[in-house]
């Protein structure tokens, strides 16, 4: 299958590109990729398959750094209407995505906490009780809130505005959580058909939700009371986030959400851990307890992901190694790639996304050399090197992806050099009123 690859800088930055071949059973043709990092990702080696692509008939990627588009866009325009038609799901797979439900019952489902026994976001806020709760009066209720809350501040007064960039992009992506629980109710034989199902995946699905809906909640809360932000345009781009939802692949395969699953889980969890710590050596321990907490959720959610991608590398090695090729090929979205404050065009910096992504690479909340960890790791995790009996494609596959961390690791060495070189000006966030603050 013929594709004709043509490769533009997408952002100011000036780029040079490096072209690496990609083999693929479905391709004959050579397709040109430059890889410069990702982050939501996660987040994330970001590859974007465009509304308006499509409806030529192609395909576009954006590469970016898990939070960072210093971006190259990958045209692919393809000399036939099947590019834009989804390949039916393999009966057999989604055969086995259901066999598993008895052990996702037995080991992903106690990953998920007690209601009972798990943080809410009010553990780590001041309280705002009013009169009569624990016979404290409303004056002495309205007094420790405005003590309570003066602290919080104080701590947050001193977090950098890079950072608060940062935890502001993290803090819209996590609201978007009702467009991340539609994706995952996409994958057949793994979905909550019902809305109430009790089959094991179902109950993982609606847990795993539960958990991440107090993510959003508490960083929301968090930074409104910090006074350092301008929340009516944070939640303007929540709004605009979940209207424009997110473009991501349509599975042709069930096993496809579980190895997306258990890549944004890891990057989210490196995302939040690297804010916490730089909110730490600020002196907002406040905040870094509140990003250590939620970075715990995420490595608990990554092992689910991981352990269900692991059992069926060995019930069926050759159609996983196939199906996280084919994921690494190019569709890793990043959830918050379609952010917007609705200024974008009046900026002439680049997308939301795309600023908010060149910040947390230079700050080091997610970097290419991130990525290239998170990829080693699942590479060995799943011991991807070690799978044998695998068909003609199954071994092209694998010699794919075993390839890819060295090949990471040394684009991303280059784009920080040309990065280095290159002159960065200022850019604008509408989220901490309009400050500048430099990109990667």
Request: net charge negative; glycine share 8%.
């Amino acid at each position: 299958m013929e594709m004709e690859c043509l490769l533009h800088l997408h952002l100011e930055y000036k780029l040079a590109s490096e072209l690496l071949e990609i083999s693929a059973a479905t391709q004959a043709s050579k397709m040109a990729t430059t890889w410069l990092a990702t982050g939501s990702a996660p987040a994330k080696l970001c590859f974007h398959n465009s509304s308006k692509s499509a409806a030529r008939g192609g395909f576009s990627w954006i590469l970016c750094s898990a939070t960072n588009p210093r971006s190259l866009t990958i045209s692919a325009a393809a000399t036939s209407a099947e590019h834009t038609e989804c390949a039916a799901v393999p009966r057999e797979q989604v055969e086995v995505i259901r066999s598993l439900n008895g052990w996702v019952a037995e080991n992903m489902l106690p990953l998920l906490a007690p209601v009972e026994s798990s943080w809410q976001p009010h553990d780590f806020l001041p309280c705002s009780a009013a009169a009569g709760a624990g016979g404290v009066s409303e004056a002495e209720a309205l007094a420790s809130f405005t003590e309570g809350v003066a602290q919080l501040r104080a701590g947050a007064a001193g977090v950098p505005d890079d950072v608060l960039v940062c935890l502001v992009g993290n803090m819209v992506t996590e609201e978007a959580l009702p467009t991340y629980q539609t994706m995952g109710n996409r994958s057949e034989g793994a979905s909550d058909d019902t809305g109430v199902s009790s089959l094991p995946w179902a109950q993982w699905l609606r847990g795993w939700t539960a958990e991440e809906n107090r993510h959003g909640d508490l960083l929301n809360r968090y930074l409104y009371l910090s006074g350092r932000v301008d929340m009516r345009q944070v939640e303007t781009t929540v709004h605009h986030l979940l209207r424009n939802g997110m473009e991501m692949l349509m599975p042709s395969s069930p096993y496809h959400s579980v190895i997306y699953g258990a890549f944004q889980e890891r990057a989210t969890f490196i995302s939040h851990g690297h804010t916490g710590r730089l909110a730490g050596q600020h002196g907002d321990q406040a905040l870094a307890k509140i990003c250590g907490a939620i970075a715990a959720d995420e490595r608990r959610h990554e092992a689910g992901y991981s352990r269900a991608a692991a059992r069926l590398f060995e019930v069926d090695p050759d159609g996983m190694v196939r199906a996280l090729a084919h994921v690494m090929r190019g569709k890793v979205t990043m959830p918050g790639l379609l952010m917007s404050d609705g200024r974008d065009a009046a900026c002439g910096d680049g997308t939301l996304f795309e600023r908010f992504s060149a910040v947390a690479e230079r700050v080091g909340v997610y970097t290419a050399r991130d990525y290239g960890d998170l990829v080693e790791h699942f590479v060995r995790r799943w011991r991807v090197a070690e799978l044998r009996g695998l068909s003609g494609e199954g071994r092209r596959a694998q010699e794919y992806v075993c390839g890819l961390p060295p090949k990471v690791r040394r684009l991303a060495e280059l784009a920080h050099k040309r990065a280095a070189r290159s002159e960065a000006r200022p850019v604008q966030f509408s989220w901490i009123f309009d400050r500048p603050v430099m990109p990667g």
